[in-house]
Structures are given as structure tokens and as C-alpha cells.
């Protein structure tokens, strides 16, 4: 069968996967369609995203089996933007020389398979607890694609989570058991979305943006990796998290400045850990015009 001009009959869909795809939009929808698609199947399953997921497993393990994500990964095979942004991450691995590399939660294969395309000596471990028959078949041929269940056997030069860390309790956490698995002076690449979008992104992580980058650099710092013949702690260098100042962001950021400047206050300092920078700046301002000490 084809979805959205990708071939999938060559990654041996399952019958359920064939009755489920052929129901879909004859045309490549935009992706407020697919976030629609995800949630509901998340509300079918009777999940609830202010509820801890480890009340939740059973209906957790069945949202992420189903296949409404192979439906994604072809969207994200075939998506414009989606593909630029593979093409990125791809592109940066092979430009720095990184040529063992696992693909946390890599999902439908996409990365995985771009990856091996632009950088010729690499090889991509994909760590996927629920992956699909369409997805296995995706890379069952390709020799330098593994599929690993768990991350225990996994050392690498660099690990890429992208779109991961917004759908789990504990991200922090899990970004710290990642870095555990990498060699001294590898990387661990995030790509975030740390936003309401869909209800599988918990509204536990969303304290996270536009600072994302400095809790996961402090506490992935503070974790000393194991197994190292060495003896020493390996450095992550976190790249890839999609918080850069949209221009909306950006205006309101010259806004705020201005108010600051106006009630003689500096705006800029460093945010505490999981504090957006400009929430801090508000905070200030705040204080300001109540008449407070500000320092």
C-alpha cells in the first residue's frame, strides 16, 4: 500500500496497521490534522495527561503501539518540514566526524535512515520499546541500523532524542540516564517541544522552555558516567533544543526591556534552573513597580 506517496508495502504493515492506514486522508494533511488524529486516540484509550503515567501503563504501552504512530512516522517522512529537520540533525552529526550514534526512541526510522544516508561510516542504534512491523521493515535490510529494545547495551558517541523528553514523567531524569550512555566527549542532542500541542506532551515538562538547555546541561554536569575506563565524567554538549526566540518572542522580549528601562530596572541576569529569562525580568519589574528592593 502507499500513504502520502511513501511505498509501504516493502515494511510488511500488519493487518491492523492496513485497516487503520487506509482509512486516512487520500493527501498529506498539515499537522494540526495529525496532532488531532494523536489525541484522539489518546482520549479513546482513556488516558489523562495530569495523572502520572506509572498509573497509566496498560493504556500507555497500547497509545504507543497503535498504529495512528505509524501514521505519524510516514507524516514525518513525507512532511517538508519535518524532513528539514532530520536533514539538520543528520547533516550536524556527519560534519562533527560522530559515527556511533543511537536514535532514542527513534520511532518509524526516519532519522535513522537519514542519517546512514549522508554520513557513510556511521552506524545508528535505534532504542524503540514499541516499535512496529512497518517500522522494523523500514530498516530490516539496512546493515548499518540496529533495533534495541532498552538502553542498558548502549554505548555510543551520541545520542539524539528528538520529540521525546515532553512525553515522560521524569525528563531530567531520563536526559541523565541518556548521558550515562555516552562516551566521554559525545553529545546528547535534544530537539524539544515543550508545549501544549497535543495531550501526550505531559504539563509536567512545560516549566522546562526557553531554559530547557540549562537544567539539562547542569544536571547531565553532575552525572558521573559509570564504566569509564578513564576515570573521568564524560561532557554532553545539548544542541538542538527548539526553543530559539520566534519573532513573537522576540518582540515581547523588546517590550519588557523597555518597561524595564523605563522603571530603571536591568532585565538580564541568570535565570534559575527551569526559569525562562524573561519570566524572571517580569519578575523584576514586578517588584519595581510595588515598590520593592530589587537585586
Do not use: K
Amino acid at each position: 500500500m502507499t500513504l502520502w506517496d511513501l511505498d509501504l508495502d516493502d515494511d510488511q504493515p500488519t493487518d491492523d496497521d492496513r485497516a487503520y492506514l487506509s482509512g486516512l486522508p487520500n493527501e498529506l494533511p498539515d499537522v494540526e490534522w495529525v496532532w488531532a488524529e494523536l489525541d484522539r486516540v489518546w482520549h479513546a484509550l482513556g488516558l489523562d495527561n495530569r495523572r502520572p503515567l506509572t498509573e497509566q501503563e496498560e493504556a500507555v504501552a497500547a497509545f504507543y503501539s497503535h498504529p495512528v504512530w505509524t501514521m505519524n512516522g510516514v507524516f514525518s517522512a513525507t512532511d517538508p518540514e519535518s524532513q528539514r529537520h532530520r536533514r539538520g540533525i543528520a547533516g550536524y552529526l556527519a560534519d562533527a566526524g560522530i559515527r556511533d550514534i543511537a536514535d532514542y526512541v527513534g520511532g518509524f526510522g526516519q532519522l535513522a535512515l537519514q542519517i546512514v544516508q549522508v554520513a557513510d561510516a556511521s552506524t545508528v542504534t535505534i532504542v524503540e520499546p514499541f516499535a512496529s512491523d512497518a517500522a522494523r521493515g523500514r530498516f530490516a535490510e539496512v546493515d548499518r541500523v540496529d533495533l534495541v529494545t532498552p538502553l542498558d547495551d548502549v554505548e555510543v558517541e551520541a545520542i539524539v532524542a528528538q520529540d521525546v523528553l515532553e512525553h515522560v514523567d521524569g525528563p531530567i531524569g531520563l536526559a541523565i540516564q541518556m548521558a550515562r550512555h555516552v562516551r566521554v566527549g559525545g553529545r546528547l542532542i535534544f530537539a524539544n517541544h515543550f508545549r501544549p500541542s497535543i495531550a501526550c506532551h505531559l504539563p509536567s515538562t512545560f516549566h522546562l522552555p526557553p531554559s530547557a538547555h540549562v537544567s539539562l546541561r547542569d544536571a547531565c554536569a553532575r552525572s558521573a558516567l559509570p564504566g569509564n575506563d578513564r576515570g573521568r565524567t564524560p561532557r554532553a554538549d545539548l544542541r538542538g533544543d527548539r526553543t530559539a526566540p520566534t519573532p513573537a518572542c522576540a518582540n515581547r522580549r523588546a517590550r519588557l526591556h523597555g518597561r524595564c528601562a523605563t522603571a530603571g530596572v536591568r532585565p538580564q541576569g541568570r535565570p534559575r534552573i527551569g526559569q525562562a529569562p524573561l519570566e524572571g525580568a517580569n519578575v523584576r519589574l514586578q517588584r519595581a513597580r510595588a515598590g520593592m528592593s530589587v537585586r
